[in-house]
T-cell receptor, first 113, second 113 residues
Framework: GQQVMQIPQYQHVQEGEDFTTYCNSS?????IQWYKQRPGGHPVFLIQ?????EVKKQKRLTFQFGEAKKNSSLHITATQTTDVGTYFC?????????????FGKGTKLSVIP | NAGVTQTPKFRVLKTGQSMTLLCAQD?????MYWYRQDPGMGLRLIHY???????AKGEVPDGYNVSRLKKQNFLLGLESAAPSQTSVYFC????????????FGQGTRLTVV
């Protein structure tokens, strides 16, 4: 079945440093989504990427979808304490009848003030 | 504007007991999902539904049953709880399977002793 690998599992950064998490799928994806989960909270949708090579920005967050639609990344510039949480990627397969999102295991970000 | 509501929020069960987790959404979404979240394991899909009266197995369905008698509700049942089912359970819904934002409930923290 489809597998989505996400690295690193943990990342500790000093406030103001940059942060990147990477997501790799074993199969070609139809689209990829990113979610953020604050400590004790529930996953909240950040963005969806659909096109090969797509790049989207949300303020200090930059999301990329690989040319082969098998990998993606989330980059945060100049982290703030409000960025603390776990970031998940979730991919949907490209086969017919793909109803499921397969989630990566997440990257837990800690920001040291 | 409630979104996705899960009940209960917390529960402690003894091994062998049964219980039902209720998920309700008010967004008229066709697709609903039950995930479990364990430390370091990300979100794993238990069962999902593509519409009223339909259910399907996800990645980790053993020990769970589901029902979708009404479009707005998706029930997750544990017939005979085991300590391995200690987890945080999240329900989610989406307008289009895997291709639009998934809205998550607040989660149910279940402990089986």
């Amino acid at each position: 079945g489809q597998q989505v690998m996400q690295i690193p599992q943990y990342q500790h950064v000093q406030e103001g440093e940059d942060f990147t998490t990477y997501c790799n799928s074993s199969t070609t994806l139809s689209n990829i989504q990113w979610y953020k989960q604050r400590p004790g909270g529930h996953p909240v949708f950040l963005i969806q990427l659909v096109k090969s090579g797509e790049v989207k920005k949300q303020k200090r967050l930059t999301f990329q979808f690989g040319e082969a639609k098998k990998n993606s990344s989330l980059h945060i510039t100049a982290t703030q304490t409000t960025d603390v949480g776990t970031y998940f990627c979730a991919g949907r397969g490209s086969g017919a009848g793909s109803y499921q999102l397969t989630f990566g295991k997440g990257t837990k970000l800690s920001v040291i003030p | 504007n409630a979104g996705v509501t899960q009940t209960p929020k917390f529960r402690v069960l003894k091994t062998g007991q049964s219980m039902t987790l209720l998920c309700a959404q008010d967004m008229n979404h066709e697709y609903m999902y039950w995930y479990r979240q364990d430390p370091g394991m990300g979100l794993r899909l238990i069962h999902y539904s593509v519409g009223e009266g339909t259910t399907a197995k996800g990645e980790v369905p053993d020990g769970y049953n589901v029902s979708r008698l009404k479009k707005q509700n998706f029930l997750l049942g544990l017939e005979s709880a085991a300590p391995s089912q200690t987890s945080v359970y999240f329900c989610a819904s989406s307008l289009v399977a895997g291709a639009t934002e998934a809205f998550f409930g607040q989660g149910t923290r279940l402990t089986v002793v």
